[in-house]
């Protein structure tokens, strides 16, 4: 074989493999164009907005949000973290609410069991059965409910926990599909951990952003335990009497089912708000906070105000294009090369995540 036709069968391999790497790359890019396109500019805008709140907070903070339409399908989403495990504080009685719920549907506890208050069952922290109430009060385990909702009571969570079993909240979150969202003891009662190391790490509770927005979603749509349970429920999340975070900025004729948390270094809430023409899910979960005041203006109390607060004038934003000119404003900008900005990152993570690409997420189309 002589030197030359080697030669060129080399480059003829060399030719067709520069033209199966460009055919591969242009389909990985089209792809991610694709992801990207498929974007809601609602979604964008949350990002451009929401992103640099969380950025800026001196500590942890993951957040999900999932916007709903009249019926209650997800029409936008965005998360920042919205996977990472994170402390509950006294979100975690949510959850609670929803196993105790199950168990009355499922014959296994009545909600109109009678609890008795005994002396050894009065915890310190928010509420108002040991502060206000002797041993020996008796209560539905639905009342026990209302206040575990509305007040945040510890001791009538702690009633309820003794009801409904300690362990039972965190396999049925694992098998509804949020095994991150786990309850490790009772309120003010490390002993009783069945989770020791987790409860070293989170405290009370653990979850995740897209595990609370997942839930209220579903309980919005009325597809847990029963469309009733799940009204009873939500009931419950509207008499929540903490307006120091989601509602501290919503605008008049807005109301939020929800329910929170607080400890010196997380600051927690997730719920359904709803207005004219507006309805989402959101959860913020902090963490790790340099502010542990508990003022009214403490900075991640305020700052998930201010994430509900941009979420509703982003919707109304958008609703408000969206009827000027619909096709005012594409669902995502284009892109080429030299591009940068919020986009281009979403394009280097779905690179990321897609092919482990292992690309800096700079902003940068290079």
């Not at 403490?298 to 609703?319: C, F, H, P, W, Y």
Request: charged content about 20%.
């Amino acid at each position: 074989m002589s030197h030359s036709f080697r030669l060129s069968c080399l480059s003829q391999q060399v030719l067709r493999t520069a033209m199966w790497f460009s055919i591969v790359s242009l389909f990985i890019f089209n792809q991610c164009a694709i992801s990207l396109h498929a974007q809601t500019a609602t979604e964008v805008q949350l990002q451009q907005r929401l992103e640099p709140l969380a950025n800026a907070h001196a500590g942890d903070v993951s957040v999900s949000v999932r916007v709903l339409d009249e019926a209650n399908n997800v029409t936008s989403q965005w998360h920042y973290h919205g996977q990472r495990v994170m402390p509950t504080a006294s979100l975690i009685k949510l959850p609670v609410m929803l196993e105790a719920y199950r168990q009355a549907a499922a014959g296994e506890v009545s909600l109109d069991d009678m609890l008795t208050l005994k002396a050894e069952d009065q915890v310190p922290g928010s509420g108002i059965l040991s502060d206000h109430f002797s041993a020996g009060l008796s209560l539905s385990l639905r009342d026990a409910i209302r206040l575990m909702i509305r007040y945040s009571d510890n001791t009538a969570t702690n009633l309820v926990v003794d009801q409904i079993g300690l362990s039972s909240t965190a396999k049925t979150m694992a098998e509804l599909g949020w095994p991150e969202t786990q309850l490790h003891s009772k309120v003010f009662r490390r002993e009783t951990s069945i989770a020791p190391q987790r409860s070293e790490l989170y405290g009370l509770g653990s979850t995740t952003a897209e595990d609370m927005t997942d839930l209220l979603v579903r309980l919005e749509r009325g597809e847990l335990v029963s469309p009733e349970a799940c009204q009873a429920m939500l009931e419950h999340l509207l008499t929540c009497d903490d307006t120091s975070k989601l509602p501290r900025d919503l605008p008049d004729g807005f109301k939020v089912a929800h329910k929170t948390g607080s400890v010196n270094r997380s600051r927690t809430a997730a719920g359904v708000v709803s207005g004219p023409g507006v309805k989402f899910a959101i959860c913020v979960l902090t963490d790790k906070n340099q502010d542990t005041s508990w003022s009214d203006d403490n900075a991640a109390q305020v700052l998930i105000g201010k994430m509900a607060r941009t979420v509703i004038d982003e919707i109304r934003s958008q609703a408000a294009s969206d009827t000027e000119d619909p096709k005012a404003m594409p669902r995502t900008p284009a892109m080429s090369l030299g591009a940068s900005g919020q986009v281009v990152e979403s394009l280097q993570r779905t690179l990321n995540s897609r092919i482990a690409a292992g690309l800096g997420v700079d902003g940068d189309f290079g």
